[in-house]
């Protein structure tokens, strides 16, 4: 299998009136062909910032992206339209996302246009073939945005960014404004998509339950940097560091009968700016001793294909 993304030491900081906030902070990791890396954490733990950072949207403080081999961390303008291509988002939400002048023919076309691909009749085809393929009837070709539900609306999104034929797509919390029910609709669109396309994805999002099936490996960032990586079945069945303990516990169980232990996560949030050198989840975690609290922990190969950032991590679990 092919490495289809590698990112070395990643780092984006943003400058506020309080100093750098470290948005991204030394993230590492690579992804396959075909698989789907899930990166998840709280609200502003940098997964979105990561995703936009990994396609060129926004440009890295430090670090190098690698694509199918290349580096395309300092390429030009023109070669950086070219990987638009090859590189696709799905946004979070599917409303702000689409201009609501365009109706949804447009809407899909959009891509195709800005690349100057296919004649006028081509591109209409494409559309339809696109529609077809994302589960939209064609009686909505020109219906616009707000006459739509947000189901319908989320395919408009896949849609287009499946429109240039991309290898690769982040995923930016695609589902997390819709019911549940369409939800999993979402999801099983996707990976439909990926197994008949061939896709590789970034699925970002807050819900571990979410990524369950779909991934392949499982991020968990806090506070821009990542604590913990495993293979997706690994993860769930056995977590290392005591905030991706927290993240699952409080995933819901609909089995009232099943006793399940619930950890708490207390206490205040690090400010991603200027942190200090320390564990950024000591002031949240029960077992933060002085080292965790002095010094930033290691990313280290704890399990096979299991890593984790933690002073402590072998002797929470007894390894």
């Known amino acids: 299998m092919n490495e289809i993304l590698r990112v070395e030491h990643l780092k984006k900081y943003f400058k ?17 062909e075909g698989d789907t890396l899930g ?6 733990c940098g997964k979105s910032t990561l995703g936009r950072v990994v396609l060129k949207l926004i440009e890295p403080t430090a670090g190098r992206i690698f694509f199918k081999g290349r580096d395309i961390t300092d390429i030009k ?25 365009l109706c949804v023919s447009e809407l899909i076309a959009d891509p195709l246009k800005t690349f100057h691909l296919l ?15 994302v589960g939209l009837a064609k009686r909505f070709a020109f219906s616009y945005p707000h006459e739509l539900d ?9 849609a287009r960014a499946l429109a240039l034929d991309p290898e690769f797509i982040v995923c930016d919390e695609p589902v997390s404004a819709l019911d549940v029910s369409i939800q999993a609709q979402i999801l099983n669109l996707l990976q439909d998509l990926q197994i008949q396309r061939g896709l590789t994805f970034i699925f970002i999002t807050h819900d571990l339950s979410v990524v369950k099936h779909i991934s392949t490996d499982i991020l968990v960032m806090y506070i821009g ?4 990586k495993a293979k997706a079945k690994d993860l769930f069945t056995r977590q290392l560091h005591p905030y991706t303990k927290g993240l699952l516990s ?20 690090t400010s991603p700016i200027e942190p200090k050198a320390e564990c950024r989840f000591s002031a949240r975690c029960q077992y933060a001793t002085d080292v ?7 990313y280290e190969e704890i399990l096979p294909d299991h890593f984790v950032s933690c002073h402590n991590a072998r002797q929470i679990n007894n390894l």
């Open 39 to 44: 990166v998840v954490g709280e609200s502003g």
């Open 225 to 228: 940097v990542m604590v913990e």
């Open 292 to 298: 965790c609290r002095n010094e930033f922990p290691n």
């Open 250 to 269: 409080a995933i819901p169980v609909p089995n009232i009968d099943r006793e399940r232990r619930r950890v708490e996560l207390q206490g205040e949030l």
């Open 77 to 101: 303008e023109s070669e950086n339209r070219e990987l638009r291509k090859q590189m696709q988002i799905i946004f979070q939400d599917p409303y702000a996302s689409l201009n609501p002048r």
């Open 119 to 133: 004649d006028s009749k081509g591109r209409q085809n494409k559309v339809y073939e696109l529609m077809d393929m």
């Open 150 to 158: 947000g189901g319908r609306r989320q395919r408009i999104g896949v």
């Open 16 to 32: 506020t009136p309080s100093g750098m906030l470290h948005a991204v902070d030394d993230v590492n990791f690579s992804i396959y």
